[in-house]
């Protein structure tokens, strides 16, 4: 029965945000009729429209984050309680980031030209992401989250050129040389 106090309410946030995104007109899944366990072309029509991409990483950073700052801000919390708000967070982040507002932004500001946001899919499995980085960082120690999180920006920075650092730092303050370095110049 106490599994149903956090499961129930965490799944009612994903099932509400992803319906939220579905009335924004988000496509459900990829417009490509197939559905992948993982897309590693950025530059696909299929990045984000599938189960899991090169920004999923940053999805679980989100986590570790959530996790560090919400047991700073709440440490007399449950942890259940604690992965409930990080949820939420993420549940906005989803809907505000799938937003025309914000596609539009990464567009004009990133190296993300034909981004045309997530699938409903992607979206879900990106909350699913972050619940698995709080849940790795509830459980390891603090040094192996640190490492973790470094590590998965950085496997991100090698593979594709991007992760959340950068990602939130283009979005809100674009810098020319870092969008040429993106795009291989």
Avoid: K
Avoid at 9 to 15: D, S
């Amino acid at each position: 029965m106490r599994a149903l106090t956090w499961l129930l309410p965490g799944l009612l946030l994903i099932l509400g945000g992803a319906a939220v995104e579905y009335a924004m007109g988000r496509e459900p899944w990829c417009r490509c009729g197939v559905i992948r366990l993982w897309q590693g072309a950025v530059n696909s029509p299929e990045n984000s429209q599938q189960i899991a991409d090169w920004y999923t990483p940053s999805h679980i950073v989100h986590g570790l984050l959530f996790h560090a700052a919400l047991a700073f801000a709440l440490p007399r919390q449950p942890v259940r309680v604690r992965a409930l708000i990080a949820l939420a967070v993420e549940v906005a982040w989803e809907v505000v980031e799938n937003s025309s507002w914000v596609i539009e932004r990464y567009r004009a500001a990133t190296i993300a030209l034909d981004y045309d946001g997530d699938s409903i899919l992607n979206s879900v499995c990106d909350m699913l992401a972050m619940l698995l980085g709080f849940w790795l960082a509830a459980r390891l120690p603090v040094w192996l989250s640190v490492l973790l999180g470094i590590g998965l920006e950085l496997l991100a920075l090698a593979a594709i050129r991007d992760n959340l650092t950068l990602n939130v730092l283009m979005l809100l303050y674009p810098i020319q040389a870092v969008r040429d370095w993106q795009a291989g110049g």
